[in-house]
């Protein structure tokens, strides 16, 4: 079992930057591949990032590339969402998602493991 808890969420404007943090415990967290997932109002839930159990690969949405950023620490068993140059699109639940199958990064039931989810809304 893996639990993951998110923060960092939070009002800011258009322009502004946020760094998301989800804390795991459990399993070994160097073990699994990690994602973050965002889900607007009305919307389904859709990929943001993704990064490998080492750090060594990343993958992102193409609506985020060049503004986010995927990170881990393994040390601490916390991943990062650094997120820049937010637009009010941007605006949606963050969730942490843990533990999926390497070759359906993107596919959101492919992730075994899920946080609560992480509010951030941005202001035009």
């Known amino acids: 079992q893996v639990q993951l808890v998110e923060s960092g969420g939070g009002l800011v404007q258009a322009g502004g930057s946020l760094r998301l943090s989800c804390a795991a415990s459990g399993r070994t967290f160097s073990a699994y591949y990690m994602g973050w997932f965002r889900q607007a109002p009305g919307k389904e839930r859709e990929f943001v990032a993704a990064?490998?159990?080492?750090?060594?690969?990343?993958y992102y949405a193409d609506s985020v590339k060049g503004r986010f950023t995927i990170s881990r620490d393994n040390a601490k068993s916390t991943v990062y969402l650094q997120m820049n140059s937010l637009k009010p699109e941007d605006t949606a639940v963050y969730y942490c998602?843990?533990?999926?199958?390497?070759?359906?990064?993107?596919?959101?039931?492919?992730?075994?493991?899920w946080g609560q989810g992480t509010q951030v809304t941005v202001s035009s």
């Open positions: 998602a843990a533990d999926p199958d390497e070759y359906r990064l993107y596919d959101s039931r492919s992730y075994n493991y």
């Open positions: 990064i490998s159990w080492d750090g060594g690969s990343t």
